[in-house]
């Protein structure tokens, strides 16, 4: 099974984001009423087949050294076809970036089947694609969701307080494997 290392946001972050990520997925009838909205994360690893003790022993020696810090959105970065996702960009540079990286090395290095080519990644945050969608969305949407998005000029800082390992599946309850606290 692959497994999604990802970074959470505080309470004003994720506020803050959630309301471009509500606007863009009613605007275009992405998700019905009754449908959970992704939660909105940065993708810190993709991890195939761990074994998850291991797996959480090491993230925890990782971890340790880490705290609460900030990240600058910069802007907007869209995917395009095939998958047609509008994402708030994150730099690839600071603590996420040195987290992101020392994460794949040391994971790697002991073992673990982790991203290649790291360097190629962009940090980002995804808020409206059809990963997990009602329906996908056409070429001309999803056009004027990232035009419509990248009008909106986000630049802004944000505060990284928690990682927490996933399933890939948009069910809270079922998703959440382990969660590491940064205080």
């Known amino acids: 099974m692959i497994y999604y290392l990802v970074a959470l946001f505080d309470e004003i972050s994720y506020e803050y984001m959630e309301s471009m990520q509500k606007s863009l997925c009613n605007k275009y009838n992405l998700y019905s009423a009754d449908t959970n909205l992704p939660k909105l994360h940065i993708t810190l690893e993709i991890i195939t087949n ?14 340790k050294d880490y705290t609460k810090f900030e990240v600058k959105l910069n802007g907007v970065i869209c995917f395009d076809p095939p998958f047609k996702s509008v994402n708030l960009n994150i730099d690839n540079k600071g ?31 995804s808020l409206a694609s059809t990963t997990f969608a ?14 419509l998005a990248k009008d909106e ?3 802004r800082t944000i505060t990284i307080n928690a990682i927490e390992l996933w399933k890939p599946i948009n069910n809270n309850d079922e998703m959440v494997v382990k969660k590491y606290e940064l205080t």
């Not at 290095?109 to 290649?116: H, K, L, M, Y």
């Not at 009602?134 to 035009?147: G, H, I, K, L, Q």
Request: hydrophobic fraction near 35%.
């Open 50 to 63: 761990p074994s998850l003790c291991d797996l959480d022993v090491s993230l925890r020696n990782i971890l």
């Open 134 to 147: 009602d329906r996908e969305w056409s070429n001309n949407e999803y056009v004027a969701a990232c035009n």
């Open 95 to 125: 603590t996420i970036y040195e987290l992101s990286k020392n994460i794949n090395s040391i994971l790697s290095t002991q073992g673990f089947a982790v991203r290649e080519h790291i360097e190629n990644w962009n940090l980002h945050i």
């Open 153 to 155: 000029n986000f630049q």
